[in-house]
């Protein structure tokens, strides 16, 4: 009597069989990893000339003088908000504003706060004429 | 009330309506309300920042870095009076030509972490089929792409649209995952329940997305009736959101600590496998949070 290993070696292949292989060559992307996690992994090769301006980018403070005047008066712009602005970031599209609170407890409260804080920002003096787009970091 | 009908009129398709006429929870969540012109609700009517240049190409937008959602359509079904995208609809950015596509396409491809495509709207299934099909097929044979994710309420507000047919020729695909919406355990009628067998049939994991509504299904009785009546359709009840912050939808929130309350007791009556996360959504938050972590408000 044939073991199921042997079975399965005498059997020939199938439609479904080749369906199978081809699906899983359709996954295949050269230089990313077969199964494809985590996804953070996924990167095509930077050229060392891009990884070395973004680290000379990380390693300067870009001076902004709407984020600057934003940090220094965030307290009276909005008493008792749970958060304050972490960091900065902008492109074509908007300008982005990243806000640290110290727990989900303190991001579910900001859901409520964040349109009136948009519109403070955006009808401040200086402010950018682009979105201004606020994100949450907790902890 | 004027000014919230014409931000998001009153609309429902005949299966809707009558629905809508046998089950009280679907009601409420046809009908409008006059508290959904409330002046003091805090809330915008984009809490996502998905107008206009939230967008990263045409019709599509990117929060997280593995998932892209791409708008395939401005209408539905019916309109949700909790619906998060009520100030959206009807003039959404949305993907309408071929070079549109063509585009999201490339997006995705230029970001290889992207490995799930959500096709939402609207309803994409307000499509004809072989429009549905050509969106499936054009994010599917992306070779990055694992999960195209259809995000639906066809199954609960007109099943009848969900064909054999078209299960069939989305369960070919290969990487379709369905997500719906039904929010009480009266939505899930033989017709509703009929077409998610369809679409497991065809090869399809079918998810439920409910969203806490209160007057709707605020208690953990309801809830539960619910979980297992999508059990029962074999749906996997996935997540139960807090009503996003979108104007005018004051008197659908749930306060957290009944929020919590319901969670508790659900999980201590029904397993693992019919137990959805309870998350609250935070515009800008890297990642939905389980309203289990939020332990105390400031």
């Not at chain 1, 199964?35 to 390693?59: F, N, Q």
């Not at chain 1, 009276?76 to 749970?82: D, K, N, T, Y």
Request: hydrophobic share 40%.
């Amino acid at each position: 009597m044939m073991t199921p290993e042997e079975r399965a070696m005498r059997r020939p292949s199938v439609m479904r069989d080749r369906a199978a292989r081809r699906m899983l060559a359709d996954h295949l992307v050269p230089g990313l990893p077969i199964d494809g996690d985590p996804p953070e992994t996924r990167r095509r090769a930077d050229a060392m000339g891009d990884s070395l301006d973004g680290v000379v980018k990380s390693l300067l403070s870009v001076p902004n003088e709407f984020y600057d005047r934003i940090c220094s008066e965030w307290t009276s712009l909005f008493p008792g908000s749970p958060s304050k602005p972490l960091s900065f970031d902008e492109d074509a599209r908007a300008f982005k504003i990243v806000l640290a609170v110290p727990n989900a407890g303190a991001a579910f409260a900001l859901r409520a706060q964040m349109p009136h804080i948009k519109r403070t920002l955006k009808a401040l003096d200086g402010a950018p004429r682009k979105k201004i787009t606020l994100l949450v970091r907790i902890g | 009330m004027r000014d919230a009908l014409k931000l998001h009129p009153r609309f429902a398709c005949p299966y809707s309506e009558k629905l809508a006429a046998e089950c009280p929870g679907f009601a409420m969540q046809v009908e409008p309300d006059v508290r959904e012109s409330d002046e003091d609700d805090e809330f915008g009517t984009d809490p996502f920042g998905e107008e206009g240049d939230g967008a990263a190409c045409p019709g599509l937008k990117q929060r997280f870095p593995d998932r892209v959602l791409v708008m395939t359509s401005d209408s539905c079904f019916m309109n949700c009076r909790h619906c998060t995208r009520k100030g959206l609809l009807s003039n959404a950015d949305v993907v309408r030509t071929d070079e549109d596509l063509a585009e999201c396409i490339n997006y995705v491809k230029d970001h290889p972490a992207v490995r799930d495509v959500l096709l939402s709207g609207g309803d994409p299934l307000v499509l004809p089929d072989d429009e549905v099909i050509r969106f499936v097929e054009a994010f599917a044979d992306v070779p990055q792409i694992d999960v195209v994710r259809l995000c639906t309420r066809a199954p609960c507000t007109n099943p009848e649209r969900v064909t054999p047919e078209l299960a069939r020729r989305l369960g070919r695909c290969g990487k379709v995952w369905v997500n719906t919406q039904f929010n009480c355990a009266g939505e899930v009628t033989p017709a509703a329940a009929a077409a998610c067998a369809c679409l497991v049939n065809a090869g399809m994991p079918v998810s439920c997305q409910t969203v806490l509504l209160a007057g709707v299904n605020d208690s953990a009785d309801e809830l539960l009736a619910l979980f297992r009546a999508l059990q029962r359709a074999r749906v996997r009840p996935y997540y139960v959101f807090m009503c996003d912050p979108v104007a005018g939808t004051s008197h659908f929130r749930v306060p957290l600590e009944r929020a919590r309350e319901i969670e508790a007791e659900c999980a201590e009556r029904i397993g693992g496998l019919g137990l959805p996360r309870f998350v609250a959504d935070i515009p800008g938050s890297p990642r939905k949070i389980p309203i289990s972590e939020i332990e105390s408000l400031p």
